[in-house]
């Protein structure tokens, strides 16, 4: 019903640029998007937080990418963006999108991912 589709990956070295884009198809009528956003994963770890912003256009980072990454939304595409620069080794990983997002006769919001889409940093 709530689809994801991420695009930008791919492999660049470290102090390069990125661009993720994540662009949400809704199925349902009735349904209203909160939050959208990045998070990524690395083999034998958990899966982190790195970007949200919400509909209101406010953003929040994890630490480890504040003032190097910029993440925002194009609310009449339902699609949201990552903007990566200065990248790491570090920051490989499988970056997932997530959107939060209600049916109409819903009382709380749900999650709902895409499919990732592999960075990779090379050194």
């Known amino acids: 019903q709530v689809q994801l589709v991420e695009s930008g990956g791919g492999l660049v070295q470290a102090g390069g640029s990125l661009r993720l884009s994540c662009a949400a198809s809704?199925?349902?009528?009735?349904?209203?998007?909160?939050?959208m956003g990045w998070y990524r994963q690395v083999p034998a770890k958990q899966r982190e937080l790195v970007a949200t912003?919400?509909?209101?256009?406010?953003?929040n980072y994890a630490d480890s990418v504040k003032g190097r990454f910029t993440i925002s939304r194009d609310n009449a595409k339902n699609t949201a963006y990552l903007q990566m620069n200065s990248l790491k080794p570090e920051d490989t990983g499988v970056y997932y999108c997530?959107?939060?997002?209600?049916?109409?006769?819903?009382?709380?919001?749900?999650?709902?991912w895409g499919q990732g889409t592999q960075v990779t940093v090379s050194s």
């Open positions: 997530n959107l939060q997002g209600r049916y109409y006769s819903e009382y709380f919001d749900r999650a709902y």
């Open positions: 809704v199925s349902i009528s009735g349904f209203s998007i909160n939050t």
């Open positions: 912003i919400s509909s209101g256009g406010s953003a």
